[in-house]
C-alpha cells in the first residue's frame, strides 16, 4: 500500500452506497441479503429521503383493473421519453416491473387493494392500452403515500438483513486511481465534522435528484444532486441535464406537489372562464396528457390571460368526486390543499402552477447501473462504480418521465445493480485496492478552502442567485437567446461559489459547513444543465424552444454529455433497439 501521509480514518466495506432512497435501500438489501458488507450513506435518517413525499404509485402491467402488458408500457414510455429513451433499458424495466412489484407486496408493503384482493391501481399520464388508444390503469398505489410505504419497507427489510447505516454522514468525493478505477470515497460525519475515507470494491450513487437549483421545487431540501456533482468531479460526463420536468400541479405560491393521480382519479383542470382546457391541446388523454403537454398547455393558458385569480395560475376541481373518495384515496392532497393554499378540495379547486419537479438526465449508465464513460463511439464501464434511481441516466426516461415511471426505475434498476454487484464476488477479493494519496488530498483540499476563508460570499446569496438565475433562464418555455444568458449567468455565479465562506466554524453538527458544500455540487448540476440545454436546438419532451417548437430527428436524436472540465459538450447516440423486440421508430407525439 502506498505510504499514508494524511491521518484520516478509514473503514473498509466490499460496497459503499450513497444515499438511502428507495434505489439505494433496493441495492443494499440485494447486497446485504447476499452476506456482503454494506455500508449505506445518508444526510438523513433513511426515511426521510425524498423518496418518502412520492404520492401517486408505482407503474406496472399488472392488468388488475382491465387488460394490460409491458408491452404496451413500453411503448408509452418510449413516446413519453420523445424517443430520448434506450429502447434496451425500457424493455428491461417494463418486462421486470410485475415481478419487482410482486416482490414489495410480499416484502409486506401496504397497497391499496380491490374487493377482490388484488393491489389497487389508478389511471396516470401517458399510460394507455393499446398503443395509446385509451388510458389504463397502470399505477400500483397506496393511498397517496406510495413511496411512504415503500420506504418504510425497504428500511424494515435492509435492518433485517443487517445493512449498517451510516446517518447523517454526508460522501464529499470520489476515490479514483490513475486507471480511472474508483475505490471508495471521502465522508463528511456530521455530527463530529470529522472526515473519513470509506473504502470499497464497489461504489453505489443513490443520491436522488437536484431540483433544488430552481427556486420554484416539489424536491426536498436535501435533494442538491450531490452525485452528480462528485461524478463532473471526478471527470466523468452528465447525460441529457437539458431535461427538466415541471410537474403540472404544484401548489401555486408554495410549490408543493399535488399528485397527478389526483387527475388520475378524476380531478380536471380549469382556467377562469371554467373551462376544462385540455380537451382542445389534448383530445384523447385530455388532463392526462404526459406532464411536459400539460404544463406547457397550463403556461399558454396563462400567457393568453386565461389564468385565475391575479392571472397567474389555472385550478385543479375534485370537488365532483365526492367527499369520500378524496378523503380514502386522496387524503393527505386535502392536508397540503388546506395547510399550503387554505382551500379544503372538498368543496373548492386547488390554485396550481408547474413546478420544478424530477430530473430526466444523470450519470449515465447501462441497464446493470454501470456508470459507462464515452470516448470515440466506445462505450465503457467505469470500474468499481455504479449509479441508481433519479442521479442516474439509464437512460429510461429520455426527454420525459412519465409518472410512477421513476418508483418502479428505483426498484427495477437498484435490483439490478445489486445482483450484478453480488456476481463480481467483492467479497472474495481479498484486498482492497491502494488509494492514491493525490485522491485523497484533492478532497480534503477543496473542503479546507472552503473552511479557511474568512471573507467572500455568503452561501445562501450565492445560492439564491444560481435559483433565480435557472428560475428565469431555463423555464417551460425556453429561447436560445435566453439560454445562452443564462450560460453566462450561471457561469458567473460558480465565480462566486469559488468565494463562499462561512462564519462559524465549529465542528459538531455545523449545518452551514454542510450548505457550503452543497452547493458546490448544485453549481454543477446548473452548469450542466444551461450549457446542454443552450446547445439543442430542437423542441423535444420537457425542453421546448419557442425558436425551435419542431423536433428534430435527423441531428438531435441523440443524447448530451456534459463533462465539468471546459464545460464541454460531447454526443453518444441513443440506443433505438430493444433487448428482444422490435424498435418503436420516431412519430409524431399527439394524445
Ligand atoms: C413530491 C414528489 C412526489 C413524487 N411522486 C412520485 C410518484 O408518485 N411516483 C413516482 O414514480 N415518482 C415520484 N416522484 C419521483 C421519485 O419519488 C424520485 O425520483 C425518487 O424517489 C428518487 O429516489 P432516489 O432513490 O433516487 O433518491 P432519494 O429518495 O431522493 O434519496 C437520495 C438519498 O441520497 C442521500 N444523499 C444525497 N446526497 C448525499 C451525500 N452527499 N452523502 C450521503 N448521502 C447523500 C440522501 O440522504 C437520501 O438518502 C416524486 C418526487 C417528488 C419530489
Not at 505510504?3 to 466490499?14: E, G, I, T
Request: contains cysteine; aromatic residues 8%.
Amino acid at each position: 500500500m502506498a505510504a499514508v501521509k494524511n491521518s484520516l480514518p478509514r473503514r473498509q466495506f466490499d460496497v459503499v452506497v450513497v444515499g438511502a432512497g428507495g434505489s439505494g435501500m433496493r441495492c443494499s438489501l440485494q447486497l446485504a441479503q447476499a452476506g456482503l458488507s454494506v455500508a449505506v450513506l445518508s444526510k438523513v435518517f433513511p426515511t426521510r429521503s425524498h423518496t418518502v413525499a412520492a404520492q401517486g404509485g408505482v407503474s406496472a402491467s399488472l392488468g388488475n383493473m382491465s387488460e394490460d402488458n409491458w408491452y404496451w408500457h413500453m411503448y408509452d414510455t418510449v413516446k413519453g421519453s420523445d424517443w430520448l429513451g434506450d429502447q434496451d433499458a425500457i424493455e428491461f424495466m417494463c418486462r421486470e416491473a410485475p415481478n419487482a412489484v410482486y416482490e414489495l407486496e410480499h416484502f409486506g408493503m401496504p397497497f391499496d387493494r380491490n374487493a377482490d384482493g388484488t393491489i389497487y391501481q389508478r389511471p396516470f399520464g401517458g399510460h394507455t392500452a393499446n398503443f395509446g388508444e385509451k388510458p389504463v390503469q397502470r399505477a400500483c398505489a397506496a393511498a397517496d403515500r406510495t413511496g411512504h410505504a415503500m420506504l418504510h419497507t425497504l428500511y424494515q427489510r435492509n435492518v433485517a438483513a443487517r445493512t449498517q447505516f451510516f446517518v447523517e454522514w454526508m460522501a464529499l468525493d470520489l476515490l479514483r486511481n490513475e486507471a480511472g478505477d474508483v475505490l471508495g470515497v471521502t465522508a463528511l460525519e456530521m455530527e463530529t465534522g470529522e472526515i473519513y475515507v470509506l473504502e470499497a470494491k464497489q461504489t453505489v450513487l443513490a443520491t436522488g435528484g437536484a431540483g433544488r437549483i430552481w427556486a420554484a421545487s416539489t424536491n426536498a431540501f436535501i435533494n442538491t444532486g450531490d452525485g452528480l456533482g462528485m461524478a463532473a468531479r471526478a471527470g466523468l460526463p452528465l447525460q441529457d441535464l437539458e431535461f427538466w420536468q415541471f410537474h403540472p400541479t404544484g401548489v401555486a405560491g408554495a410549490g408543493v406537489l399535488i399528485t397527478e393521480g389526483v387527475r388520475g382519479e378524476g380531478g380536471i383542470l380549469l382556467n377562469k372562464d371554467g373551462e376544462r382546457f385540455m380537451e382542445r391541446y389534448a383530445p384523447t388523454l385530455k388532463d392526462l396528457a404526459p406532464r411536459d403537454f400539460v404544463s406547457r398547455s397550463m403556461d399558454q393558458e396563462i400567457k393568453e390571460g386565461r389564468g385565475c385569480g391575479d392571472g397567474s395560475y389555472v385550478v385543479l376541481k375534485l370537488d365532483h368526486l365526492g367527499a369520500e373518495t378524496i378523503q380514502k384515496r386522496l387524503p393527505s392532497i386535502r392536508e397540503i390543499a388546506i395547510k399550503f393554499a387554505n382551500v379544503d378540495p372538498i368543496k373548492d379547486p386547488i390554485p396550481v402552477v408547474p413546478t420544478i419537479h424530477y430530473q430526466m438526465g444523470g450519470i449515465p449508465t447501462n441497464i446493470y447501473g454501470q456508470v459507462v464513460s464515452y470516448a470515440n463511439g466506445e462505450t465503457t464501464p467505469v470500474n468499481g462504480l455504479y449509479a441508481i434511481g433519479e442521479c442516474a441516466a439509464t437512460s429510461v426516461h429520455g426527454a420525459n418521465r412519465l409518472g410512477t415511471n421513476s418508483l418502479l426505475d428505483l426498484i427495477v434498476f437498484g435490483r439490478s445493480a445489486g445482483n450484478h454487484i453480488v456476481g463480481t464476488h467483492p467479497e472474495k477479493q481479498h484486498a482492497h485496492q491502494p488509494i492514491p494519496e493525490s485522491a485523497i488530498d484533492y478532497s480534503l483540499d477543496r473542503v479546507n478552502k472552503i473552511e479557511s476563508r474568512t471573507s467572500g460570499e455568503k452561501t445562501q446569496d450565492v445560492a439564491n442567485a444560481m435559483r433565480m438565475s435557472m428560475q428565469h433562464h431555463c423555464g417551460v418555455f425556453r429561447t436560445l437567446d435566453l439560454l445562452a444568458k443564462g450560460v453566462d449567468s450561471i457561469e458567473g455565479v460558480a465565480q462566486q461559489v469559488d468565494n463562499i465562506y462561512f462564519k462559524d466554524k465549529s465542528k459538531v453538527f455545523n449545518t452551514a459547513r454542510v450548505e457550503a458544500l452543497e452547493v458546490s455540487n448544485m453549481i454543477e448540476v446548473a452548469k450542466a444543465t444551461t450549457k446542454s440545454a443552450a446547445n439543442r436546438t430542437e423542441s423535444r419532451g420537457a425542453h421546448a424552444l419557442s425558436d425551435h417548437p419542431e423536433r428534430d430527428d435527423e441531428n438531435w436524436l441523440r443524447h448530451t454529455l456534459w463533462f465539468s472540465e471546459g464545460s464541454r459538450l460531447e454526443y453518444k447516440p441513443v440506443t433505438m433497439k430493444p433487448l428482444t423486440v422490435d424498435s418503436f421508430p420516431p412519430k409524431a407525439r399527439t394524445f
